[in-house]
């Protein structure tokens, strides 16, 4: 147990150095272009649908909880804003990041394991390439352009979802649902989600990339290691959202105080 602890331990302190390289290349823009337009393909195209899909459901599920309870309080007008809110501050890029962790955080920590135990980070060396460079920055890149992009879609997605099912459920007219929507959501609601996406998409792309990097042990380590970059990316996402909110909509903040 200790041991196993020590070991994650060990691999997030490597991650955090990761991290730092990782933003001076970007500060630098030295990155491989075809690496980076290869990772934009497979985070944003290629995962969008399940994103929209579980964000569709999700706003869709929302919705059934809020408007049955503010129905019986006479507060049908104001189920679109309350969905609005939810979907833009928490819901929309807690769910595309989970998803992306899923799917591309997995891919990273499996692909660059793979390289690793195969030798082939070592032949990276002997041709006097940096495998930051060439691998991770633009993993890195890729996510925090696209899961951003992603977190916007399904907002969209997951109000379309709550707004066809207000009507179609709870005679809620598309006219009143959005004009709930248009009161209570202001600029910062909007801006606070792609905001976040980019948070979430660095450290997707760095515990992935990260513990594909340090993989030991053959094809067992690849699958641990996959496994254990999927659970730490979802917890990082985790923790991070919860200073994320807090610094944006906590305390004596308000929508205003960022405008």
Same mark, same amino acid.
């Given at each position: 147990?200790?041991?196993?602890?020590?070991?994650?331990?060990?691999?997030?302190?490597?991650?955090?150095?990761?991290?730092?390289?990782?933003?001076?290349?970007?500060?630098?823009?030295?990155?491989?272009?075809?690496?980076?337009?290869?990772?934009?393909?497979?985070?944003?195209?290629?995962?969008?649908?399940?994103?929209?899909?579980?964000?569709?459901?999700?706003?869709?599920?929302?919705?059934?909880?809020?408007?049955?309870?503010?129905?019986?309080?006479?507060?049908?007008?104001?189920?679109?804003?309350?969905?609005?809110?939810?979907?833009?501050?928490?819901?929309?890029?807690?769910?595309?990041?989970?998803?992306?962790?899923?799917?591309?955080?997995?891919?990273?920590?499996?692909?660059?394991?793979?390289?690793?135990?195969?030798?082939?980070?070592?032949?990276?060396?002997?041709?006097?390439?940096?495998?930051?460079?060439?691998?991770?920055?633009?993993? $890195?890149?890729?996510?925090? !352009?696209?899961?951003? =992009?992603? *977190?916007?879609?399904? +907002?969209?997605?997951? @109000?379309? &979802? %709550?707004?066809?099912?207000?009507?179609?459920?709870?005679?809620?007219?598309?006219?009143?649902?959005?004009?709930?929507?248009?009161?209570?959501?202001?600029?910062?609601?909007?801006?606070?989600?792609?905001?976040?996406?980019?948070?979430?998409?660095?450290?997707?792309?760095?515990?992935?990339?990260?513990?594909?990097?340090?993989?030991?042990?053959?094809?067992?380590?690849?699958?641990?290691?996959?496994?254990? $970059?999927?659970?730490?990316? !979802?917890?990082?996402? =985790?923790? *991070?959202?919860?200073? +994320?909110?807090?610094? @944006?909509? &906590? %305390?004596?903040?308000?929508?205003?105080?960022?405008?």
């Amino acid at each position: 147990m200790f041991a196993s602890l020590w070991s994650w331990l060990s691999r997030a302190g490597s991650a955090v150095l990761l991290g730092g390289r990782v933003i001076l290349f970007l500060i630098a823009f030295r990155f491989d272009r075809r690496q980076t337009h290869e990772q934009l393909i497979l985070v944003g195209p290629e995962s969008l649908l399940i994103a929209l899909i579980t964000s569709g459901c999700i706003g869709m599920i929302f919705t059934i909880q809020v408007a049955s309870e503010f129905l019986k309080l006479g507060a049908s007008t104001t189920v679109g804003g309350v969905l609005g809110i939810a979907m833009a501050r928490e819901l929309s890029p807690i769910i595309t990041a989970v998803v992306v962790a899923a799917r591309v955080g997995a891919a990273y920590a499996a692909e660059l394991g793979t390289m690793r135990v195969t030798e082939q980070i070592d032949a990276l060396y002997t041709l006097k390439t940096d495998p930051v460079e060439y691998l991770v920055v633009p993993r $890195a890149l890729a996510c925090c !352009i696209m899961v951003p =992009i992603l *977190s916007i879609l399904s +907002l969209v997605v997951g @109000m379309l &979802g %709550g707004l066809f099912l207000a009507n179609a459920m709870f005679s809620i007219t598309p006219l009143i649902f959005l004009n709930s929507i248009q009161n209570f959501l202001g600029v910062w609601d909007l801006v606070s989600g792609p905001i976040k996406g980019i948070v979430f998409g660095i450290f997707i792309a760095i515990i992935g990339c990260n513990w594909g990097l340090t993989t030991r042990g053959g094809a067992k380590g690849v699958g641990q290691s996959t496994t254990a $970059a999927v659970v730490t990316a !979802i917890l990082a996402i =985790i923790v *991070s959202n919860f200073f +994320l909110s807090w610094v @944006m909509f &906590g %305390g004596n903040n308000s929508s205003s105080t960022f405008l």
